[in-house]
C-alpha cells in the first residue's frame, strides 16, 4: 500500500475545508457548488478507503507501520521524539469506511437539509474539517497523533453543536460538550505522559512491543512492575475515552448535542467523536489485555448502556431518544472491547454506525416534513404520508432492536455471548438493556408513524416526503442497515470480519456455550420488547406531564427528568465552581491583586507625577529661584563633601 494513497485520502477533505472557508464569500449564495465540493471532498476520501481496505483483504502484509508508514520527524528533543506516520491495518481501513462511507452520504444528504441557510458554506467547512480530524485520529501511528485529532474532532464538535450560534440553547451546548470533553481529554494527556515516562516513546509499535517484553524505563514511580504502571496508563486513557464516548458519568454532553443540525448529530453519533473511545480501547488492546483493566471498561460500560436505555423510555423529543440510545449502544461497544471481545466491539460499531447513522437522517428528515417539530406526542399517522422515512426509519429500529438477521441482531449478539463467559452478571443486564432498547425505539416508531394523527392543523397540510436528495441517502443507508450482519457476522466468532482483524487484536477466550442457543435468547428478547412497545403505544400517544405533586414523585417522573443528573451536576460541581471562581479568581486576584497592582502603580506615578507637576509652574522667576537653589546645593555637596 502506498503512503501516497493514504495522504490522498487525509488531505481531501481538508482541501474541502480550504476551499469553503477561504472563499466563503465568493461561494455565498451558490449552494449547489459550495455542498459539491463539501461531498466531492469526501467521495475521494472514501475511493481511497476502498481501495485500502481491498488491499489489505487481499494481502494481509499490505500494512503502513514502522518504518513503512514514516512520513516526516515532527518533534525531536532528547529523549522525546514524534514522528509524522500512519498505521494502515485491518482495523484502519474498516474505521476508514465507516468514517468516509457514512459521513459521505451525511454530506450528500445535507445538501438537500441546510438549503436556505444562511450559514451554508460555512456548514460544509467545518463538516469537512470534521472528517478529516477523525481521519487523523485513525491514521496516526502514534499517541500523540491520535490525541491532535482527537482534540480535532472536540472542537468540531463545538462549532457545529454550536452551529446556530444566535439560538442560546445551541451555544450552551457547545460549550458542555467542549468542557465535559476537556475533562476526560486531561486523563488522556496523563495517559500519554505515564506511557511516554515508562517506553520513552508514543509510537504505537515500539509500547506494545515494549509492553510486551516487560521493558519498562520505570519501575518505581507507580510500582514495581510493568503490569502496575500498565493498568495506571490504560485507566487514564479511559478517562479520556469516557468522555469523549459519553459514557459514565460524562455522557451528559452528548443529548444536549442535539442543538446542532440534524446531519450533524449523524456524523458525531455514527461515524466519527463517538466512535473514538471505542477505537483507540481497541488499538491499544495489547495494553488492555496485559493491564487486566478491561473489566472496568467493561462494567462502566455496561451499568452505562442500562442507565441510558431507562432513560430514554421516557422521552419526547426524538433525536434526544436517538441520542440517548446512543449512549446504550457505545456501551455495549465498551463491553466488548472491555470483556476481551475486540472483534466484536468493533463489529458493533461498524453496524452502529449504519443504522444509528441512518435514523438520525431519517429524523431529519420527520423534521423536514413537520416544520423541525422534535416531540413524538405531536406527531402520529406519518406513515403514509412519509413511506420512504417510514421504511428506512422501521429498518434501522429492527437493526438496533436486535431484529433477527439484521445488522445489529449478529453485532449485539457476539457481545453478549462473549459476555457470558466473562461475566453472567454483565450478559443479564445487556440482555434487559437488549429488551428496553427494542421497547424504547418501538415506541419512537409507533408513536410517529402509527396511529392517529396528532399533527398540528397548519402543519399537516404541508407534510411531504422529503427530496430526493435527501432520501436516496436513507435508501442507501437502509441496504447496509439491515444486511451487513449478514455479510461480515455470520459465522460468530469465527466470521469473515473475525479472521479479517485477527491480526490486529490479541486472540480472545472462546465463548461457550451454543451460538444458535444465544441467538435464539436474543432474538426473543428483542421480539418481546417490540411486541410489548406494540401493545402500549400501537394506538396511543405517551402519558401527558403529570399536573400534580403527587404524580411528579413517581419513577416514571424521575425517568423523565434523566434522574435530575444535569440538575446534580450544576448543583454541587458547575454552581460552586463558578461561585469560588468568582470571588477567589474574579473579587480576591483579579480585582484585588491584579487591579491593586496596577492601579497601585497607576496611583504612585500620579502622586510623584503631582510632586514634580509643581515645578513647572510657567512663572519666570521661579525657575530663576529654583536655579540659584539648585546651584547653591551643587557647591555646598561640592565644598562639604567632595575630598
Known amino acids: 500500500m502506498s503512503k501516497e494513497l493514504i495522504i490522498i485520502l487525509l488531505i481531501s477533505p481538508l482541501v474541502g475545508f480550504l476551499i469553503n472557508g477561504l472563499f466563503s464569500k465568493w461561494l455565498k449564495g451558490n449552494e449547489k ?59 484502519t481501513t474498516v474505521m476508514l469506511l465507516v468514517i468516509t462511507g457514512v459521513g ?32 487523523i485520529l485513525v491514521l496516526g501511528n502514534n499517541y500523540l497523533m491520535m490525541f491532535v485529532g482527537w482534540e480535532g474532532v472536540g472542537l468540531c464538535s463545538y462549532l457545529l453543536i454550536g452551529f446556530w450560534y444566535e439560538k442560546q440553547s445551541a451555544t450552551d451546548a457547545g460549550k458542555k460538550a467542549f468542557i465535559v470533553n476537556r475533562i476526560g481529554d486531561f486523563g488522556f494527556l496523563l495517559g500519554m505522559f505515564t506511557l511516554f515516562a515508562a517506553f520513552e516513546s508514543l509510537d504505537f509499535v515500539t509500547i506494545f512491543d515494549k509492553a510486551e517484553t516487560g521493558t519498562s524505563a520505570i519501575n518505581v514511580v507507580f510500582g514495581e512492575t510493568t503490569k502496575v504502571t500498565l493498568m495506571v496508563a490504560t485507566l487514564l486513557l479511559f478517562v479520556g475515552a469516557v468522555g469523549k464516548s459519553a459514557q459514565l458519568p460524562l455522557y451528559v454532553w452528548l443529548p444536549d448535542a442535539m442543538e446542532g443540525p440534524t446531519p450533524v448529530s449523524a456524523l458525531i453519533h455514527a461515524a466519527t467523536m463517538v466512535t473514538a473511545g471505542v477505537y483507540m480501547i481497541a488499538r491499544s488492546a495489547v495494553l488492555y489485555n496485559l493491564a487486566g483493566t478491561g473489566v472496568v471498561v467493561a462494567w462502566i460500560g455496561v451499568l452505562t448502556a442500562l442507565f441510558a436505555a431507562i432513560i430514554a423510555l421516557k422521552q419526547n423529543d426524538i ?33 452502529h454506525a449504519f443504522f444509528k447513522g441512518l435514523m438520525f437522517l431519517t429524523a431529519g428528515s420527520v423534521m423536514h416534513a413537520m416544520a423541525n417539530e422534535l416531540d413524538i406526542r405531536k406527531m402520529g399517522g406519518l406513515r403514509k404520508k412519509l413511506p420512504i422515512t417510514h421504511a428506512t426509519f422501521l429498518v434501522g429500529a429492527l437493526a438496533i432492536a436486535g431484529a433477527p438477521l439484521l445488522s445489529g441482531f449478529w453485532s449485539k449478539d457476539e457481545i453478549l455471548h462473549s459476555a457470558w463467559g466473562s461475566s453472567k452478571i454483565i450478559y443479564i443486564i445487556g440482555l434487559a438493556t437488549a429488551f428496553l432498547t427494542a421497547f424504547y425505539m418501538f415506541r419512537l416508531i409507533f408513536v410517529t408513524f402509527y396511529g392517529k394523527s396528532r399533527v398540528e392543523p397548519e402543519v399537516d397540510s404541508h407534510v411531504h416526503e422529503s427530496p430526493a436528495v435527501m432520501w436516496l441517502p436513507l435508501v442507501i443507508l ?89 440538575e446534580i451536576y450544576n448543583t454541587f460541581i458547575v454552581q460552586p465552581i463558578k461561585n469560588a471562581s468568582h470571588f477567589l479568581l474574579w473579587k480576591l486576584f483579579d480585582v ?25 509652574t510657567g512663572v519666570v522667576q521661579a525657575y530663576i529661584l529654583s536655579m ?16
Not at 458554506?121 to 470534521?130: E, G, I, M, P, V
Not at 496611583?603 to 507637576?613: D, N, T
Request: overall charge neutral; aromatic content about 16%; charged content about 15%.
Open 628 to 643: 540659584v537653589i539648585g546651584i547653591v546645593l551643587f557647591l555646598a555637596y561640592y565644598l562639604f563633601f567632595v575630598n
Open 592 to 616: 484585588g491583586i491584579i487591579d491593586g497592582i496596577v492601579n497601585g502603580v497607576a496611583a504612585l506615578i500620579r502622586v510623584i507625577g503631582g510632586l514634580f507637576r509643581r515645578l513647572q
Open 33 to 91: 457548488l459550495s455542498g459539491t465540493i463539501g461531498a466531492l471532498a469526501v467521495f475521494i476520501s472514501l475511493i481511497c478507503s476502498i481501495i485500502a481496505f481491498v488491499t489489505i483483504n487481499i494481502d494481509s502484509n499490505a500494512t503502513l507501520e514502522g518504518d513503512d508508514g514514516f512520513v516526516y520527524k515532527w518533534i525531536a528533543g532528547g529523549k522525546f521524539s514524534v514522528d509524522i506516520g500512519f498505521h494502515v491495518d485491518a482495523l
Open 319 to 351: 433525536k434526544r431518544i436517538l441520542a440517548y440510545s446512543t449512549v446504550s449502544q457505545l456501551g455495549y461497544m465498551f463491553v466488548g472491547v472491555g470483556i476481551g471481545a475486540y472483534a466484536s466491539g468493533i463489529f458493533h460499531l461498524v453496524t
Open 478 to 566: 437502509a441496504v447496509p442497515a439491515a444486511l451487513i450482519g449478514l455479510l461480515l457476522g455470520v459465522g460468530g466468532h469465527d466470521s469473515w470480519f473475525h479472521h479479517f482483524t485477527e491480526d490486529v487484536f490479541p486472540k480472545a477466550d472462546k465463548a461457550p456455550g451454543s451460538v444458535l442457543l444465544f441467538m435464539a435468547i436474543s432474538s426473543i428478547v428483542g421480539i418481546a420488547g417490540i411486541a410489548f412497545a406494540w401493545t402500549r403505544y400501537k394506538d396511543r400517544a405517551p402519558a401527558a406531564e403529570p399536573t400534580n405533586a403527587l404524580q411528579k414523585k413517581d419513577f416514571s417522573w424521575l425517568v423523565a427528568n434523566k434522574f435530575y443528573v444535569d
Open 104 to 135: 459521505f452520504l451525511i454530506h450528500v444528504y445535507s445538501i438537500g437539509y441546510m438549503h436556505g441557510d444562511e450559514g451554508y458554506t460555512r456548514y460544509f467547512a467545518y463538516l469537512n474539517l470534521f472528517v478529516f480530524a477523525m481521519l
